[in-house]
């Protein structure tokens, strides 16, 4: 029986992943016994237990009780749209499967390294972590993989759990829902007056970092960033007004 061959798009992160692998230190995946778990649901209570309303984790209670986490993160070592697109049917099921690794592969490497006790994530984007069909691969592989979708909102749903990334949701993402997950996403970052700062007297808008790191994405679909941020906002923003950036924060969300 002939294995099943693998998209263009992630034959091309397979590459990328397996150069990553001899230049970053590879979190090893959870050592588990007994037959695999449900990995989906664990992820679900991963969420459910430790983040709250505003996207904090609890990672001290999450450190004490990790299981959860572990069973989340050997599946998705185990099988992926990558090795098995069988288990997932439909374009909209494997980008969840790419938004919710992601984030959950970040909260793993959190854990495992001691950044979760540190103001920053930066080593954990370094580091590499197995995923089914993939090897080793980066945080920032997974971004590519999930921006082959070419739809700008997956950068309201890719969180990394830093002050600069989206809020991470208490819930997973879903292939049956995931539109309208992607929709209130946008809405949601794009409608908080900390992210995006109306200055009316001066005319000007300041805009979440990601606009300025991935302002192409943002601009392939909408004439201007003002224009696209407006699609998701109940109070529009003046057309004439100046964008600016705010500064990216790293600190991680952490109680």
Known sequence: MRAPRLSRSISAVLILGLTAAGCSREIPRPKLTGPPEDSDAAWSRVLDRFVDEEGRIDFQSLRKDSRDLEVAVDGIARRSPANRPDHFGGRDVQLAFWLNA?????????????????????GVREASFRVGGLGAVTLRDLETIAGKRNDARIHFALSDMTRS??????????GEKL??????????LLNDPQRVQVDRDRGVVRLPFLFDRFGKDF????PTLIDFVNRYRSEKIPGDYRAEFLPEDRALRSK
């Open 102 to 122: 992601y984030s959950a592969l970040a909260v793993y490497g959190a854990v495992q390294s001691g950044e979760s006790r540190k103001p920053s994530l930066a």
């Open 219 to 222: 601009l392939a679909e909408a």
């Open 165 to 174: 990334a989206p809020r991470l949701p208490r819930r997973p993402f879903t």
């Open 179 to 188: 539109n309208d997950e992607l929709d209130q996403a946008a809405r949601e």
